[in-house]
């Protein structure tokens, strides 16, 4: 691979095609069909629209789907970048659908009728609705079932659908198991279900910057590829890692690891938190664990914050629910994939110290 990735003079120019290479849109077309769509379903790299970053996708696609203060409906607790995404180029606005705790978070149809109801009396147009599978915060993978409803909900409504599986390849071994909607559809997405995918998460390359929309819909690719003007990959990005996927052996190997590696550090902080008699909700993908701090008094905004800062001091930093549009007070994202794992149980041996003062803290 070493001499197939070594980079040519044009591999330092522009790129003839704002959306992506021929080479690298083929070559996660490929990953998509094998490993996202195990193979059911083959990807298209005409269907592949390739950016800097899915943070960008998302904000195009949010830009191409709505018109400034129309709304986009996402299930909470939500991923808190969607809050600077889906606004500050779109200027679209962001409609968090409260999920219910005593439900585990997982979304409802009846929730998300009650947030389009609401945005419309409020004089707000809801036209798009996010769905996150595997789920960010919570690490739950969405049942075939869940997506189903969700998606005969908005089409119910005419809105387009985002469908987030930026974690397609972070699962756990031996958890319950990812199913695109792709697969889930039998192939057929429509003009209206867009995949966003990207290297940060399943790739641990995040500083890369590739992210990628998978649509069928013709009448989105044409004002999508001018908005990836603004977000184009350099050249030798797109060359180095089109050589990265196409290794077959590298990335079937890598994904095991991948995902070993997480599962290991998944069960060391489950293990801590179980042993604290700590709530959390079980994850069976992603990088971070939700758990609640309510059984120690944490309770309102103003102790949530208390809470953040006493974990500060033992330098430790879990985002509360609050920056996540969480419901119900006293819930925190732990990311556990930040550090090796020697590392992150030092960090464990914190949180069990900050957590056995917390009364301190709260008065």
């Not at 709505?66 to 299930?75: A, N, R």
């Not at 279900?193 to 998978?214: E, Q």
């Not at 732990?334 to 992150?344: A, H, I, M, Q, S």
């Amino acid at each position: 691979m070493e001499k197939e990735s070594s980079l040519a003079s044009r591999h330092f120019g522009y790129a003839s095609d704002p959306h992506g290479t021929e080479e690298l849109r083929s070559a996660v077309a490929g990953v998509m069909t094998e490993y996202i769509f195990k193979g059911e379903h083959t990807a298209i790299p005409d269907d592949v629209l390739l950016c800097s970053g899915a943070t960008y996708a998302v904000s195009a696609l949010t830009g191409c789907l709505c018109d400034i203060g129309e709304g986009v409906i996402i299930p909470s607790p939500v991923y808190s970048g969607f809050f600077l995404d889906c606004t500050m180029l779109p200027g679209a606005k962001v409609l968090p659908s409260d999920a219910k705790a005593e439900n585990g978070f997982r979304p409802q149809v009846s929730e998300l009728e009650d947030t389009y109801n609401k945005a419309m009396a409020d004089g707000i147009t809801p036209r798009v609705l996010i769905i996150v599978n595997p789920n960010n915060p919570m690490g739950f993978i969405h049942t075939a079932d869940e997506i189903e409803q969700m998606i005969a909900w908005a089409r119910g409504h005419s809105l387009q659908i985002i469908v987030d599986e930026i974690y397609a390849l972070s699962v756990f071994s031996g958890s319950g198991p990812f199913t695109s909607v792709m697969n889930i559809l039998e192939g057929d997405l429509s003009d209206d279900i867009h995949i966003v995918w990207g290297f940060s998460k399943d790739l641990c390359s995040n500083g890369m910057r590739v992210g990628s929309v998978y649509t069928q819909s013709d009448a989105l690719k044409k004002p999508l590829v001018t908005a990836f003007l603004f977000a184009m990959i350099p050249q030798m990005v797109q060359h180095v890692y089109a050589q990265v996927l196409k290794d077959r052996t590298f990335t079937k190997d890598y994904f095991s690891v991948h995902s070993k590696c997480l599962a290991e550090a998944y069960q060391a902080v489950t293990n801590t938190l179980d042993s604290l008699g700590v709530q959390y909700i079980p994850a069976e993908a992603g990088f971070f664990v939700m758990l609640s701090l309510r059984c120690v008094g944490v309770n309102s905004d103003d102790k949530e914050i208390k809470a953040y800062k006493h974990l500060l001091s033992h330098k430790l930093i879990l985002s509360p629910g609050s920056t996540m549009a969480t419901p119900e007070d006293g819930w925190f994202r732990l990311v556990f994939t930040t550090v090796p794992l020697d590392d992150l149980l030092i960090a464990l041996q914190r949180f069990a110290a900050a957590y056995k003062s917390f009364s301190e803290c709260l008065t």
